[in-house]
């Protein structure tokens, strides 16, 4: 089992930034992509972005690209979000899985567990 907690998440103005992260704990020796989701409320939930086990490999969604960075610290068994020139429309709660297969184009990651989640509430 593999337990993820995501924080960060808060209240900033349009065009401000937030970082937000995602920590692992339970069977964490295992190598586990993580990947990055947010949902609005009445929304599907959408992807935003995911890294590889080794951080070498990112993908982006195409609502992060250009504003978002995914990065990871595997000492610490954590992953962040850098989010930066926010928009009213990202709110939404996000969300953090982690995977043990590997990226399938088209379809991501499968992943087995998740956190439970972040606000995110941009507004002046």
């Known amino acids: 089992q593999v337990h993820l907690v995501e924080s960060g998440g808060g209240l900033v103005q349009p065009g401000g930034s937030l970082k937000l992260s995602c920590t692992a704990s339970?069977?964490?020796?295992?190598?586990?992509?993580f990947g990055w989701f947010r949902q609005a409320p009445g929304q599907e939930r959408e992807f935003v972005a995911a890294?590889?086990?080794?951080?070498?490999?990112?993908y982006y969604g195409d609502l992060a690209k250009g504003r978002f960075t995914v990065s990871r610290d595997g000492a610490n068994n954590t992953v962040y979000l850098q989010m930066t020139g926010l928009k009213p429309e990202d709110a939404a709660v996000y969300s953090c899985?982690?995977?043990?297969?590997?990226?399938?184009?088209?379809?991501?990651?499968?992943?087995?567990?998740w956190g439970q989640g972040t606000q995110v509430t941009v507004s002046s």
């Open positions: 899985g982690a995977s043990t297969g590997i990226w399938v184009d088209g379809m991501g990651y499968e992943y087995g567990y």
């Open positions: 890294i590889d086990w080794t951080g070498g490999r990112k």
């Open positions: 339970g069977r964490t020796r295992m190598t586990y992509a």
